[in-house]
């Protein structure tokens, strides 16, 4: 069984700061893709950026210049650090990876449980 868990989320000013952090957990033979998704509220859950592989990296037009993705191979980790903070950021983040348990097995896609932040004076 897989587990992603995310952590990093809370409140925040205009402007601010923030890291977002998830790892995933269980048995894990290799991880493809890692990323990141955002949910607000009425709206559907977008990409705000992942990391394919090694070193590919894509963010969303909205975040680009203000959000740096960045992942640790080895702790089977992905970081978001979020700055320049703006309110429409607001939103449930959520951490997703493709995940290959076994050699055997094709790679599944899994979902953290979602960590909120809010961005707000």
């Known amino acids: 069984q897989v587990h992603l868990v995310e952590s990093g989320g809370g409140l925040v000013q205009p402007g601010g700061s923030l890291k977002l952090s998830c790892v995933a957990s269980?048995?894990?033979?290799?991880?493809?893709?890692m990323g990141w998704y955002r949910q607000a509220p009425g709206k559907q859950r977008e990409l705000v950026a992942n990391i394919i592989g090694e070193r590919g990296t894509n963010y969303a037009d909205p975040v680009k210049g203000r959000f740096t993705i960045s992942r640790d191979n080895a702790a089977n980790m992905v970081y978001l650090q979020m700055d320049s903070l703006k309110p429409v950021d607001t939103a449930v983040y959520y951490c997703n990876a493709d995940i290959r348990a076994y050699s055997h097995e094709f790679y599944k896609n899994y979902w953290g449980q979602g960590t909120q932040v809010t961005v707000s004076s």
């Open positions: 269980g048995t894990i033979f290799h991880i493809n893709s």
